[in-house]
């Protein structure tokens, strides 16, 4: 590239974002990620009903699936997990 154009580029890169702010957009990037998971989670969780076809979606829950994000001192085969739009249970 030539002198002039480098030094443009060099001088557009130094103006538009601070380098000590990285850490900043990616704390908060991981923050908003997480947080959007978490409400997506909580949206379409069993207990929550959205449609009237399935008054009572928590009675689908087998014996044998866990529904909390952790289980602590239980064994359960499987665990309750919402993929897409059906929620359905997904053996780990």
Request: positive net charge; charged residues 15%; proline residues 8%.
């Amino acid at each position: 590239m030539p002198a002039p154009q480098q030094s443009l580029r060099r001088n557009m890169m130094k103006n538009w974002f601070a380098v000590e702010a990285i850490p900043i957009y990616v704390i908060i990037g991981g923050v908003l990620v997480g947080a959007s998971w978490y409400m997506s989670r909580l949206a379409f969780g069993p207990t929550i009903v959205w449609t009237k076809s399935n008054p009572t979606p928590w009675n689908t829950i087998k014996p044998d699936e866990g529904t909390k994000m952790m289980e602590v001192n239980q064994k359960f085969e499987k665990r309750y997990a919402v993929l897409g739009s059906c929620s359905c249970s997904v053996n780990v």
